[in-house]
Protein backbone atom coordinates (compact mmCIF):
# COMPACT_ATOMS: atom_id res chain seq x y z
CA UNK A 1 0.00 0.00 0.00
CA UNK A 2 1.18 3.44 -0.70
CA UNK A 3 0.75 6.77 0.11
CA UNK A 4 -1.50 7.47 -2.58
CA UNK A 5 -3.69 4.19 -2.18
CA UNK A 6 -3.72 5.27 1.62
CA UNK A 7 -5.03 8.89 0.55
CA UNK A 8 -7.13 7.22 -1.53
CA UNK A 9 -8.54 4.56 1.25
CA UNK A 10 -9.15 7.57 3.95
CA UNK A 11 -11.05 9.53 1.57
CA UNK A 12 -13.53 6.68 0.87
CA UNK A 13 -13.45 6.22 4.72
CA UNK A 14 -14.19 9.58 4.95
CA UNK A 15 -11.37 10.77 6.68
CA UNK A 16 -9.63 13.92 5.91
CA UNK A 17 -6.29 12.94 6.84
CA UNK A 18 -4.06 16.11 7.51
CA UNK A 19 -0.39 14.55 7.83
CA UNK A 20 -0.85 10.96 5.68
CA UNK A 21 2.83 10.61 6.27
CA UNK A 22 2.23 9.85 9.94
CA UNK A 23 0.04 6.82 8.86
CA UNK A 24 1.81 5.29 5.64
CA UNK A 25 4.41 3.64 7.76
CA UNK A 26 2.00 1.92 10.49
CA UNK A 27 -0.37 0.89 8.32
CA UNK A 28 2.34 -0.67 5.72
CA UNK A 29 4.20 -2.17 8.63
CA UNK A 30 0.67 -3.91 9.52
CA UNK A 31 0.03 -4.95 5.98
CA UNK A 32 3.50 -6.42 5.52
CA UNK A 33 2.99 -8.51 8.58
CA UNK A 34 -0.56 -9.75 7.63
CA UNK A 35 1.48 -11.59 4.74
CA UNK A 36 1.75 -14.06 7.11
CA UNK A 37 -1.89 -15.19 5.68
CA UNK A 38 0.05 -16.00 2.62
CA UNK A 39 2.03 -19.10 4.49
CA UNK A 40 -0.71 -21.21 5.51
CA UNK A 41 -2.80 -23.71 3.61
CA UNK A 42 -5.67 -22.89 3.46
CA UNK A 43 -7.10 -24.52 0.09
CA UNK A 44 -9.46 -27.11 1.47
CA UNK A 45 -10.95 -24.57 3.95
CA UNK A 46 -14.40 -23.23 3.69
CA UNK A 47 -15.44 -20.21 5.71
CA UNK A 48 -18.20 -20.89 8.27
CA UNK A 49 -20.84 -18.78 9.45
CA UNK A 50 -23.24 -19.32 12.22
CA UNK A 51 -27.10 -18.96 11.51
CA UNK A 52 -29.69 -18.18 13.08
CA UNK A 53 -33.24 -18.79 11.67
CA UNK A 54 -35.60 -15.47 11.13
CA UNK A 55 -38.05 -17.11 13.85
CA UNK A 56 -35.33 -16.84 16.02
CA UNK A 57 -35.18 -13.35 16.09
CA UNK A 58 -36.75 -11.22 18.28
CA UNK A 59 -40.08 -9.27 16.76
CA UNK A 60 -39.89 -6.04 15.26
CA UNK A 61 -41.78 -4.18 17.49
CA UNK A 62 -42.26 -0.41 17.90
CA UNK A 63 -41.33 -0.21 21.48
CA UNK A 64 -42.04 3.61 22.67
CA UNK A 65 -39.23 5.49 24.32
CA UNK A 66 -40.29 7.70 27.11
CA UNK A 67 -37.80 10.83 26.15
CA UNK A 68 -37.95 12.63 22.99
CA UNK A 69 -35.08 11.23 21.69
CA UNK A 70 -34.51 14.00 19.04
CA UNK A 71 -34.13 16.55 21.82
CA UNK A 72 -30.80 15.29 22.57
CA UNK A 73 -29.44 15.71 19.36
CA UNK A 74 -27.01 18.48 19.07
CA UNK A 75 -28.90 20.43 16.08
CA UNK A 76 -32.53 19.97 15.01
CA UNK A 77 -35.51 21.51 13.90
CA UNK A 78 -38.98 19.90 14.33
CA UNK A 79 -38.85 16.49 13.84
CA UNK A 80 -35.95 16.66 11.34
CA UNK A 81 -31.80 16.49 12.46
CA UNK A 82 -30.08 19.16 10.60
CA UNK A 83 -26.97 18.91 8.40
CA UNK A 84 -24.62 20.50 6.06
CA UNK A 85 -26.32 20.99 2.80
CA UNK A 86 -25.38 18.53 -0.41
CA UNK A 87 -23.89 19.48 -3.24
CA UNK B 1 -11.70 0.11 56.38
CA UNK B 2 -10.43 -2.17 54.52
CA UNK B 3 -10.93 -1.97 50.64
CA UNK B 4 -9.04 -4.97 49.45
CA UNK B 5 -11.57 -7.26 49.90
CA UNK B 6 -13.89 -9.54 47.75
CA UNK B 7 -17.57 -8.61 46.78
CA UNK B 8 -18.78 -12.09 48.60
CA UNK B 9 -16.89 -10.92 52.08
CA UNK B 10 -18.47 -7.26 51.33
CA UNK B 11 -21.78 -8.68 51.56
CA UNK B 12 -20.74 -10.93 54.55
CA UNK B 13 -19.95 -7.64 56.34
CA UNK B 14 -22.75 -5.46 55.02
CA UNK B 15 -25.65 -8.28 56.12
CA UNK B 16 -23.47 -8.76 59.80
CA UNK B 17 -23.63 -4.83 59.89
CA UNK B 18 -19.79 -4.07 60.13
CA UNK B 19 -20.20 -1.43 57.73
CA UNK B 20 -23.15 0.06 55.88
CA UNK B 21 -23.63 0.51 52.06
CA UNK B 22 -23.12 4.02 52.48
CA UNK B 23 -19.69 3.73 54.51
CA UNK B 24 -18.25 1.40 52.23
CA UNK B 25 -18.99 3.27 49.37
CA UNK B 26 -17.83 6.66 51.46
CA UNK B 27 -14.40 5.16 52.11
CA UNK B 28 -14.29 4.12 48.30
CA UNK B 29 -15.30 7.82 46.89
CA UNK B 30 -12.41 8.48 49.24
CA UNK B 31 -10.36 6.14 47.82
CA UNK B 32 -10.81 7.66 43.98
CA UNK B 33 -9.86 10.61 45.62
CA UNK B 34 -6.86 10.22 46.97
CA UNK B 35 -5.21 7.92 44.67
CA UNK B 36 -7.07 8.53 40.79
CA UNK B 37 -5.24 11.52 40.52
CA UNK B 38 -2.23 9.53 39.68
CA UNK B 39 -3.70 6.14 38.68
CA UNK B 40 -6.47 7.90 36.27
CA UNK B 41 -8.70 4.84 35.76
CA UNK B 42 -11.86 6.93 35.70
CA UNK B 43 -12.85 8.65 33.00
CA UNK B 44 -15.78 10.29 34.63
CA UNK B 45 -17.63 9.81 38.38
CA UNK B 46 -21.08 8.91 39.38
CA UNK B 47 -22.44 11.69 41.28
CA UNK B 48 -25.12 9.96 42.98
CA UNK B 49 -23.34 7.47 44.25
CA UNK B 50 -23.49 8.24 47.72
CA UNK B 51 -27.89 8.81 46.92
CA UNK B 52 -27.68 5.26 45.71
CA UNK B 53 -25.70 3.55 48.68
CA UNK B 54 -28.26 5.34 51.07
CA UNK B 55 -31.37 4.06 48.97
CA UNK B 56 -29.97 -0.11 49.35
CA UNK B 57 -29.50 0.96 52.79
CA UNK B 58 -32.94 2.30 53.95
CA UNK B 59 -34.16 -1.09 52.13
CA UNK B 60 -31.77 -3.50 54.47
CA UNK B 61 -32.98 -1.52 57.31
CA UNK B 62 -36.37 -1.23 56.60
CA UNK B 63 -36.90 -5.37 55.47
CA UNK B 64 -37.05 -4.89 52.01
CA UNK B 65 -36.38 -7.11 49.17
CA UNK B 66 -32.57 -6.49 48.67
CA UNK B 67 -30.49 -7.14 45.34
CA UNK B 68 -27.85 -9.90 45.26
CA UNK B 69 -25.29 -7.02 45.26
CA UNK B 70 -25.96 -5.38 48.47
CA UNK B 71 -24.50 -2.09 47.26
CA UNK B 72 -20.95 -3.26 46.50
CA UNK B 73 -18.90 -0.71 44.35
CA UNK B 74 -18.73 -1.36 40.33
CA UNK B 75 -16.90 1.19 37.78
CA UNK B 76 -17.89 0.35 33.66
CA UNK B 77 -15.94 0.79 31.09
CA UNK B 78 -16.89 3.93 29.10
CA UNK B 79 -17.47 1.83 26.36
CA UNK B 80 -20.88 0.56 27.86
CA UNK B 81 -24.07 2.59 28.30
CA UNK B 82 -25.86 4.17 31.57
CA UNK B 83 -28.31 6.76 30.39
CA UNK B 84 -27.76 10.33 30.97
CA UNK B 85 -24.34 9.75 31.57
CA UNK B 86 -21.50 10.49 29.40
CA UNK B 87 -20.45 7.54 27.31
CA UNK B 88 -16.83 8.33 25.52
CA UNK B 89 -15.33 5.27 24.08
CA UNK B 90 -11.97 8.06 25.26
CA UNK B 91 -12.40 9.36 21.87
CA UNK B 92 -12.70 13.05 21.48
CA UNK B 93 -15.51 12.25 18.42
CA UNK B 94 -18.06 11.58 21.58
CA UNK B 95 -16.47 14.13 24.16
CA UNK B 96 -20.23 15.16 24.92
CA UNK B 97 -22.29 12.00 24.01
CA UNK B 98 -24.56 11.59 26.44
CA UNK B 99 -26.00 7.74 26.36
CA UNK B 100 -29.79 8.02 25.95
CA UNK B 101 -30.43 3.73 27.21
CA UNK B 102 -28.73 1.92 29.65
CA UNK B 103 -27.15 -1.20 28.50
CA UNK B 104 -28.65 -4.62 29.69
CA UNK B 105 -25.54 -5.58 31.76
CA UNK B 106 -25.59 -2.38 33.78
CA UNK B 107 -29.53 -3.02 33.81
CA UNK B 108 -29.23 -6.16 35.60
CA UNK B 109 -26.52 -4.99 38.22
CA UNK B 110 -28.83 -2.10 38.74
CA UNK B 111 -31.66 -4.38 39.23
CA UNK B 112 -29.50 -6.24 41.94
CA UNK B 113 -28.69 -3.25 44.08
CA UNK B 114 -24.87 -2.91 42.65
CA UNK B 115 -23.77 0.93 42.96
CA UNK B 116 -22.11 2.12 39.83
CA UNK B 117 -19.03 4.11 40.91
CA UNK B 118 -18.43 5.65 37.52
CA UNK B 119 -16.81 5.07 33.83
CA UNK B 120 -13.19 3.78 33.18
CA UNK B 121 -10.57 4.86 30.64
CA UNK B 122 -10.10 2.76 28.04
CA UNK B 123 -8.32 2.52 24.61
CA UNK B 124 -9.94 4.66 21.87
CA UNK B 125 -13.12 2.86 21.09
CA UNK B 126 -10.96 -0.59 22.40
CA UNK B 127 -8.53 -0.40 19.83
CA UNK B 128 -5.27 -0.93 21.91
CA UNK B 129 -3.34 -2.54 24.30
CA UNK B 130 -1.88 -0.37 27.00
CA UNK B 131 -4.69 2.85 26.89
CA UNK B 132 -1.85 4.67 25.51
CA UNK B 133 -4.46 4.95 22.75
CA UNK B 134 -6.79 6.89 24.96
CA UNK B 135 -7.66 10.48 24.06
CA UNK B 136 -7.82 11.61 27.67
CA UNK B 137 -4.43 10.35 28.50
CA UNK B 138 -3.21 6.64 29.88
CA UNK B 139 -4.27 5.19 33.16
CA UNK B 140 -1.18 3.68 34.98
CA UNK B 141 -0.75 0.27 36.52
CA UNK B 142 -0.74 0.50 40.09
CA UNK B 143 1.52 -2.01 40.10
CA UNK B 144 4.03 0.54 39.16
CA UNK B 145 3.12 3.83 38.06
CA UNK B 146 5.30 4.10 35.56
CA UNK B 147 3.85 1.09 33.68
CA UNK B 148 1.44 0.78 31.13
CA UNK B 149 -1.81 -0.85 33.13
CA UNK B 150 -2.49 -3.32 29.52
CA UNK B 151 -5.60 -2.45 27.62
CA UNK B 152 -8.09 -1.93 26.38
CA UNK B 153 -9.81 -2.66 29.29
CA UNK B 154 -6.95 -0.73 31.79
CA UNK B 155 -8.79 2.05 33.61
CA UNK B 156 -11.01 -1.00 34.61
CA UNK B 157 -8.21 -3.33 36.02
CA UNK B 158 -6.62 -0.65 37.71
CA UNK B 159 -10.05 0.36 39.48
CA UNK B 160 -9.95 -3.01 40.71
CA UNK B 161 -6.46 -3.34 41.65
CA UNK B 162 -5.88 -0.19 43.53
CA UNK B 163 -8.98 -0.40 45.70
CA UNK B 164 -11.23 2.22 43.75
CA UNK B 165 -13.61 -0.80 43.42
CA UNK B 166 -14.58 -4.19 44.24
CA UNK B 167 -15.33 -4.91 40.60
CA UNK B 168 -15.43 -3.50 37.00
CA UNK B 169 -16.81 -4.40 33.81
CA UNK B 170 -15.09 -4.49 30.83
CA UNK B 171 -14.93 -5.64 26.68
CA UNK B 172 -12.97 -8.33 25.59
CA UNK B 173 -12.13 -8.28 21.85
CA UNK B 174 -8.77 -9.96 21.30
CA UNK B 175 -7.66 -9.78 25.06
CA UNK B 176 -9.15 -6.76 26.04
CA UNK B 177 -9.74 -7.91 29.64
CA UNK B 178 -7.45 -10.74 29.97
CA UNK B 179 -4.33 -8.38 28.91
CA UNK B 180 -4.95 -5.87 31.46
CA UNK B 181 -6.06 -8.04 34.27
CA UNK B 182 -2.95 -10.02 34.08
CA UNK B 183 -1.07 -6.76 33.80
CA UNK B 184 -2.68 -5.37 36.94
CA UNK B 185 -3.15 -8.57 38.97
CA UNK B 186 -6.89 -9.38 38.90
CA UNK B 187 -9.05 -12.28 37.60
CA UNK B 188 -10.74 -11.41 34.16
CA UNK B 189 -12.87 -13.06 32.24
CA UNK B 190 -13.44 -13.65 28.70
CA UNK B 191 -16.77 -15.85 27.92
CA UNK B 192 -18.10 -18.00 25.41
CA UNK B 193 -19.58 -15.32 22.68
CA UNK B 194 -23.34 -14.92 23.15
CA UNK B 195 -23.30 -15.75 26.81
CA UNK B 196 -23.57 -11.97 28.23
CA UNK B 197 -25.39 -9.64 26.02
CA UNK B 198 -23.73 -6.79 24.51
CA UNK B 199 -26.76 -4.52 23.60
CA UNK B 200 -25.56 -0.61 24.99
CA UNK B 201 -21.72 -2.27 24.59
CA UNK B 202 -20.58 0.53 21.88
CA UNK B 203 -19.60 -1.78 18.78
CA UNK B 204 -16.22 -2.20 17.34
CA UNK B 205 -16.04 -5.79 16.25
CA UNK B 206 -19.01 -7.47 16.60
CA UNK B 207 -18.41 -11.16 15.37
CA UNK B 208 -16.18 -11.38 18.38
CA UNK B 209 -16.10 -8.84 21.16
CA UNK B 210 -18.01 -9.51 24.61
CA UNK B 211 -18.29 -7.94 28.00
CA UNK B 212 -16.58 -9.97 30.98
CA UNK B 213 -16.00 -8.95 34.26
CA UNK B 214 -13.17 -7.85 36.27
CA UNK B 215 -12.70 -9.01 39.71
CA UNK B 216 -10.32 -9.81 42.59
CA UNK B 217 -11.21 -13.53 43.02
CA UNK B 218 -12.54 -15.92 40.89
CA UNK B 219 -15.42 -16.42 42.90
CA UNK B 220 -16.35 -13.01 42.34
CA UNK B 221 -16.10 -13.93 39.05
CA UNK B 222 -18.67 -16.68 39.07
CA UNK B 223 -21.05 -14.32 41.74
CA UNK B 224 -20.75 -11.68 38.74
CA UNK B 225 -21.52 -13.86 35.81
CA UNK B 226 -24.42 -15.54 37.60
CA UNK B 227 -25.68 -11.83 37.66
CA UNK B 228 -25.12 -10.64 34.23
CA UNK B 229 -25.29 -13.64 31.82
CA UNK B 230 -27.54 -15.41 29.85
CA UNK B 231 -30.50 -14.85 27.38
CA UNK B 232 -31.47 -11.11 26.21
CA UNK B 233 -34.19 -9.97 23.72
CA UNK B 234 -32.25 -7.04 22.32
CA UNK B 235 -29.26 -8.72 21.75
CA UNK B 236 -29.72 -12.20 19.08
CA UNK B 237 -26.49 -13.54 19.33
CA UNK B 238 -27.23 -13.86 23.20
CA UNK B 239 -27.74 -18.04 24.20
CA UNK B 240 -29.83 -19.79 26.68
CA UNK B 241 -27.09 -20.78 29.74
CA UNK B 242 -30.54 -22.71 31.38
CA UNK B 243 -29.59 -20.62 34.33
CA UNK B 244 -26.44 -22.47 35.66
CA UNK B 245 -25.03 -21.42 39.43
CA UNK B 246 -21.24 -20.35 38.51
CA UNK B 247 -20.58 -20.20 42.01
CA UNK B 248 -21.98 -23.83 43.22
CA UNK B 249 -19.07 -26.34 43.53
CA UNK B 250 -16.48 -23.95 42.91
CA UNK B 251 -14.07 -25.43 44.82
CA UNK B 252 -14.84 -28.89 43.35
CA UNK B 253 -10.93 -29.21 41.89
CA UNK B 254 -9.41 -30.61 38.77
CA UNK B 255 -8.20 -34.03 40.17
CA UNK B 256 -8.48 -36.52 37.00
CA UNK B 257 -8.80 -33.68 34.67
CA UNK B 258 -6.36 -33.54 30.99
CA UNK B 259 -5.34 -30.08 30.77
CA UNK B 260 -3.10 -29.52 27.49
CA UNK B 261 -0.65 -26.67 26.78
CA UNK B 262 -0.58 -24.70 23.98
CA UNK B 263 2.79 -25.20 22.37
CA UNK B 264 2.90 -22.04 20.04
CA UNK B 265 1.70 -20.12 23.13
CA UNK B 266 4.55 -21.25 25.83
CA UNK B 267 7.40 -21.70 23.13
CA UNK B 268 7.38 -18.80 20.96
CA UNK B 269 10.49 -15.98 20.64
CA UNK B 270 8.20 -13.40 22.57
CA UNK B 271 7.98 -15.14 25.85
CA UNK B 272 10.23 -13.36 28.33
CA UNK B 273 11.78 -15.83 30.73
CA UNK B 274 9.66 -14.73 33.55
CA UNK B 275 6.12 -15.59 32.25
CA UNK B 276 8.26 -19.01 31.13
CA UNK B 277 9.22 -19.70 34.64
CA UNK B 278 5.90 -18.71 35.62
CA UNK B 279 4.27 -21.48 33.11
CA UNK B 280 6.41 -23.99 34.14
CA UNK B 281 5.57 -23.43 37.83
CA UNK B 282 1.71 -23.07 36.96
CA UNK B 283 1.91 -26.78 34.95
CA UNK B 284 3.38 -28.04 38.43
CA UNK B 285 0.25 -26.44 40.38
CA UNK B 286 -2.11 -28.09 38.29
CA UNK B 287 -0.44 -31.58 38.43
CA UNK B 288 -0.17 -31.51 41.91
CA UNK B 289 -4.13 -30.56 42.03
CA UNK B 290 -4.50 -33.82 40.22
CA UNK B 291 -4.58 -32.49 36.70
CA UNK B 292 -2.57 -34.24 33.93
CA UNK B 293 -0.86 -31.95 31.49
CA UNK B 294 0.83 -32.63 27.89
CA UNK B 295 1.87 -30.51 25.39
CA UNK B 296 -0.74 -29.77 22.43
CA UNK B 297 0.09 -28.13 19.08
CA UNK B 298 -2.43 -26.00 17.24
CA UNK B 299 -0.42 -25.50 14.02
CA UNK B 300 -2.99 -22.16 13.02
CA UNK B 301 -2.38 -20.28 15.99
CA UNK B 302 0.61 -18.51 14.55
CA UNK B 303 -1.31 -16.71 11.87
CA UNK B 304 -4.54 -16.09 14.59
CA UNK B 305 -2.95 -12.09 15.37
CA UNK B 306 -2.82 -11.58 11.16
CA UNK B 307 -6.34 -12.73 10.85
CA UNK B 308 -7.52 -11.30 14.00
CA UNK B 309 -6.76 -7.57 12.63
CA UNK B 310 -7.75 -8.18 9.50
CA UNK B 311 -11.31 -9.22 10.94
CA UNK B 312 -11.70 -6.47 13.77
CA UNK B 313 -10.29 -3.82 11.38
CA UNK B 314 -13.06 -4.73 8.73
CA UNK B 315 -15.94 -4.73 11.55
CA UNK B 316 -14.25 -1.44 12.72
CA UNK B 317 -14.03 0.09 9.10
CA UNK B 318 -18.00 -0.37 8.97
CA UNK B 319 -19.32 0.11 12.87
CA UNK B 320 -17.12 3.80 12.84
CA UNK B 321 -19.16 5.03 9.97
CA UNK B 322 -22.15 6.06 12.22
CA UNK B 323 -19.67 8.74 13.60
CA UNK B 324 -20.54 11.77 11.45
CA UNK B 325 -21.20 14.23 14.03
CA UNK B 326 -24.20 15.47 12.74
CA UNK B 327 -26.56 13.68 14.79
CA UNK B 328 -24.27 13.24 18.09
CA UNK B 329 -20.80 14.55 18.74
CA UNK B 330 -18.49 17.12 19.34
CA UNK B 331 -19.44 21.06 18.43
CA UNK B 332 -18.21 22.09 14.89
CA UNK B 333 -19.81 24.40 13.19
CA UNK B 334 -21.29 23.11 9.72
CA UNK B 335 -21.84 26.74 7.91
CA UNK B 336 -19.44 26.80 4.87
CA UNK B 337 -19.22 22.89 4.61
CA UNK B 338 -20.99 20.59 2.15
CA UNK B 339 -22.31 17.18 3.50
CA UNK B 340 -19.48 14.77 2.75
CA UNK B 341 -16.57 17.19 3.45
CA UNK B 342 -18.02 18.20 6.96
CA UNK B 343 -17.76 14.53 7.78
CA UNK B 344 -14.81 14.05 6.68
CA UNK B 345 -13.48 16.83 8.29
CA UNK B 346 -15.25 16.34 12.04
CA UNK B 347 -14.24 12.50 11.46
CA UNK B 348 -10.69 13.92 11.91
CA UNK B 349 -10.95 13.80 15.37
CA UNK B 350 -10.52 10.07 15.79
CA UNK B 351 -7.22 9.63 17.47
CA UNK B 352 -4.81 8.16 15.16
CA UNK B 353 -4.73 4.00 15.78
CA UNK B 354 -8.56 4.72 15.30
CA UNK B 355 -7.66 6.17 12.00
CA UNK B 356 -5.53 3.41 11.02
CA UNK B 357 -7.89 0.72 11.68
CA UNK B 358 -10.27 2.90 9.58
CA UNK B 359 -7.89 3.09 6.79
CA UNK B 360 -6.97 -1.30 7.23
CA UNK B 361 -10.51 -1.50 7.64
CA UNK B 362 -11.31 0.09 4.34
CA UNK B 363 -8.64 -1.93 2.25
CA UNK B 364 -8.24 -5.08 3.35
CA UNK B 365 -11.98 -6.12 2.66
CA UNK B 366 -11.97 -4.10 -0.75
CA UNK B 367 -11.99 -5.59 -4.15
CA UNK B 368 -9.25 -6.30 -5.33
CA UNK B 369 -7.76 -6.67 -1.72
CA UNK B 370 -10.57 -9.21 -0.16
CA UNK B 371 -9.07 -12.19 -1.67
CA UNK B 372 -5.67 -11.82 0.17
CA UNK B 373 -6.70 -10.27 3.07
CA UNK B 374 -10.04 -10.87 4.56
CA UNK B 375 -11.46 -13.79 2.90
CA UNK B 376 -7.99 -15.84 4.24
CA UNK B 377 -8.65 -13.97 7.57
CA UNK B 378 -11.97 -16.11 7.86
CA UNK B 379 -10.90 -19.18 6.56
CA UNK B 380 -7.80 -18.77 9.50
CA UNK B 381 -11.09 -18.53 11.65
CA UNK B 382 -12.92 -21.67 10.40
CA UNK B 383 -9.47 -23.84 10.49
CA UNK B 384 -9.08 -22.68 14.26
CA UNK B 385 -12.39 -23.82 15.46
CA UNK B 386 -11.94 -27.19 13.50
CA UNK B 387 -8.67 -27.36 15.12
CA UNK B 388 -9.91 -26.13 19.04
CA UNK B 389 -12.94 -28.23 18.80
CA UNK B 390 -10.68 -31.01 18.02
CA UNK B 391 -8.70 -30.42 20.96
CA UNK B 392 -11.32 -30.33 23.22
CA UNK B 393 -12.20 -33.89 22.56
CA UNK B 394 -9.19 -34.53 24.02
CA UNK B 395 -8.69 -31.89 26.87
CA UNK B 396 -11.19 -30.16 29.51
CA UNK B 397 -8.83 -27.31 29.41
CA UNK B 398 -6.01 -25.44 27.30
CA UNK B 399 -3.33 -23.15 28.86
CA UNK B 400 -0.98 -20.34 28.17
CA UNK B 401 0.42 -17.50 29.88
CA UNK B 402 -2.25 -14.70 28.97
CA UNK B 403 0.45 -12.19 27.70
CA UNK B 404 3.86 -13.19 26.80
CA UNK B 405 5.29 -10.50 29.11
CA UNK B 406 5.24 -8.34 31.61
CA UNK B 407 3.70 -5.05 32.29
CA UNK B 408 6.76 -2.46 30.16
CA UNK B 409 7.25 1.15 30.58
CA UNK B 410 4.74 4.12 28.85
CA UNK B 411 6.21 4.85 25.40
CA UNK B 412 8.47 1.39 25.03
CA UNK B 413 6.32 -0.45 22.73
CA UNK B 414 3.90 2.32 21.07
CA UNK B 415 6.25 3.00 18.30
CA UNK B 416 5.97 -0.52 16.81
CA UNK B 417 2.87 -1.71 15.81
CA UNK B 418 3.93 -5.11 15.00
CA UNK B 419 4.78 -5.18 18.49
CA UNK B 420 1.97 -4.25 20.16
CA UNK B 421 -0.17 -6.48 17.98
CA UNK B 422 1.91 -9.40 19.10
CA UNK B 423 1.14 -9.04 22.53
CA UNK B 424 -2.70 -10.38 21.45
CA UNK B 425 -0.55 -13.69 20.24
CA UNK B 426 -2.28 -15.97 23.67
CA UNK B 427 -5.40 -13.92 23.75
CA UNK B 428 -7.19 -13.89 20.28
CA UNK B 429 -7.80 -17.50 20.11
CA UNK B 430 -10.77 -17.41 22.25
CA UNK B 431 -11.94 -14.13 20.82
CA UNK B 432 -11.70 -15.67 17.24
CA UNK B 433 -13.16 -19.36 18.30
CA UNK B 434 -15.72 -17.96 20.52
CA UNK B 435 -14.41 -19.85 23.51
CA UNK B 436 -14.42 -18.79 27.12
CA UNK B 437 -10.92 -17.72 28.28
CA UNK B 438 -10.00 -16.83 32.27
CA UNK B 439 -6.71 -14.71 33.32
CA UNK B 440 -6.09 -15.55 37.17
CA UNK B 441 -3.73 -13.52 38.51
CA UNK B 442 -0.42 -16.17 39.27
CA UNK B 443 2.73 -14.58 40.15
CA UNK B 444 4.64 -10.86 41.47
CA UNK B 445 7.77 -11.06 39.73
CA UNK B 446 10.17 -8.15 40.27
CA UNK B 447 7.27 -5.90 41.45
CA UNK B 448 5.00 -6.88 38.50
CA UNK B 449 2.24 -8.88 37.86
CA UNK B 450 1.99 -12.21 35.97
CA UNK B 451 -1.09 -13.63 34.68
CA UNK B 452 -1.82 -17.62 33.17
CA UNK B 453 -4.87 -18.07 30.73
CA UNK B 454 -7.53 -20.76 31.17
CA UNK B 455 -9.32 -21.52 28.44
CA UNK B 456 -12.34 -24.00 27.73
CA UNK B 457 -15.03 -25.64 25.58
CA UNK B 458 -18.28 -23.26 24.90
CA UNK B 459 -20.28 -22.73 27.47
CA UNK B 460 -18.11 -24.20 30.13
CA UNK B 461 -17.43 -21.45 32.26
CA UNK B 462 -18.64 -23.24 35.40
CA UNK B 463 -15.67 -25.93 34.63
CA UNK B 464 -13.52 -23.02 33.60
CA UNK B 465 -13.91 -21.77 37.56
CA UNK B 466 -13.37 -24.72 38.96
CA UNK B 467 -9.75 -25.03 37.69
CA UNK B 468 -9.61 -20.91 37.76
CA UNK B 469 -10.18 -21.14 41.67
CA UNK B 470 -7.69 -24.37 42.16
CA UNK B 471 -5.19 -22.36 40.77
CA UNK B 472 -5.83 -19.17 42.72
CA UNK B 473 -5.50 -21.59 45.98
CA UNK B 474 -1.95 -22.19 45.36
CA UNK B 475 -1.01 -18.16 45.02
CA UNK B 476 0.10 -16.39 47.14
CA UNK B 477 -0.18 -12.65 45.84
CA UNK B 478 1.05 -9.23 47.58
CA UNK B 479 -0.95 -6.36 48.05
CA UNK B 480 -1.01 -3.69 45.54
CA UNK B 481 1.62 -1.19 46.93
CA UNK B 482 -0.14 2.06 46.23
Not at chain 1, 57 to 72: A, C, G, T, V, Y
Not at chain 2, 196 to 222: C, H, W
Request: net charge negative; aromatic share 8%; hydrophobic share 35%.
Amino acid sequence: MNEDEIIRVAELMKIDLEDHGEHVGRVKKMLEYFDILDQIDLSSEEITSQEKSLTELRKDEFIPHDKKLIESLKNFREHYVRAPKMN
Amino acid sequence: MNLNTSILKYIEDVKSGTFTVEEFTAATLQRIKDVDADVHAYLSLNKSAINDAKKIDQKISSGEKIGQCYGFPISIKDNICITGTKTTCASKILENFIAPYTSTVVNRLQNEDAVITGKTNLDEFAMGLTTEFSAYGPTKNPWNLDYVPGGSSGGSAASVAANECLASLGSDTGGSVRNPASFCSVVGLKPTYGLISRYGLISYANSIEQIGPMTKTVKDSAFLLNIIAGQDANDDTTIDNNHVDYLKDIENGIEGKKIGIIKEMTTTDGLSSEVSTATKDAINDFESLGASCEEVTLPTIPYTVAAYYTITSTEAGSNLARYDNIRYGYEMESEGYEYNSYISKSRMKFGPEVTRRIILGGFVPSAGHAGKYFLKALKVKSKLISEINSAFEKYDYLIAPTAPVQPFKFGEKIDDPVTLMLLDYNTVTANLTGKPAISVPYRVSDGLPVGMQIMANSLEEKSLFQAAYALETKTNLPEVPL
